[in-house]
């Protein structure tokens, strides 16, 4: 069973925190992961990906990525009301032997940003 | 350049109607991807296209039969479409179906079966 876990929101944070999102996955093969940003009636945005363990920044951006303990995070620093989206964490796992690589989601964590 | 285009934004079509909804792009991406969205809910994959074949098929009901015309379209038709069948459709594309290569995603088509 290939699991994509996110920490359940509503995420709320005020107008220049630290907004945290955090993902757990179960399949020990994963190799990388996505994180993509979705407004309302939008479609998904990506935002960042990251495949090695450690920090990869990106403007206000920051991935995180443990392969070891199968997690990875996003940071966003000073954020801004126009964050507020939902946020959806994957990750790629070759299919069914396969070489072929398919997306598995998470729920997503829906965060508010306020004024 | 990473644009995905959908058209049309928006489609309304009763339980007997045919219709088809097309993707685009213009990126040398060899794969193709359609993927439903119910509202709060993660995309689900539908299919897969890799060097213009059908490579993954998430046992979607006949009535979506996919085409890829060339390694820049690809088309969903619908036909005898159920009102459970109303969604987002979203199309993506990535350099290759191989895994770790990312997937952008277009603006969607959004369904309404009546």
């Known amino acids: 069973q290939k699991e994509v876990e996110q920490n359940s929101g509503p995420l709320s944070v005020p107008e220049g925190a630290i907004a945290s999102l955090n993902c757990t996955y179960s399949?020990?093969?994963?190799?990388?992961f996505f994180w993509y940003r979705q407004y309302s009636g939008k479609s998904p945005e990506l935002i960042m990906f990251i495949y090695s363990n450690g920090d990869k920044e990106d403007g206000r951006f920051t991935a995180q990525l443990n392969k070891a303990s199968q997690y990875v995070s996003l940071l966003i620093r000073d954020s801004q009301p126009s964050d507020s989206a939902t946020y959806l964490c994957a990750v790629n796992i070759n299919d069914r032997g396969s070489t072929l690589g398919r997306l598995y989601f998470g729920r997503g964590t829906q965060l508010t940003v306020w004024p | 350049d990473t644009e995905v285009t959908q058209t049309p934004k928006h489609l309304v079509m009763g339980m007997t109607n045919k219709k088809s909804l097309k993707c685009e792009q213009h990126?040398?991406?060899?794969?193709m991807y359609w993927y439903k969205q119910k509202a709060k809910k993660p995309p689900e994959l539908m299919f897969v296209y890799s060097y213009e074949k059908l490579s993954i098929n998430e046992s979607v009901p006949s009535r979506f039969s996919p085409e890829c015309p060339n390694s820049s379209l690809l088309n969903l038709h619908l036909h005898a479409l159920q009102p459970e069948d109303s969604a987002l459709y979203l199309c993506?594309?990535?350099?290759?179906?191989?895994?770790?290569?990312?997937?952008?995603f277009g603006p969607g088509t959004r369904l309404t079966v009546t």
């Open positions: 399949d020990r093969g994963s190799q990388s």
């Open positions: 993506a594309s990535s350099q290759d179906a191989l895994q770790g290569y990312e997937q952008y």
């Open positions: 990126m040398g991406h060899r794969a």
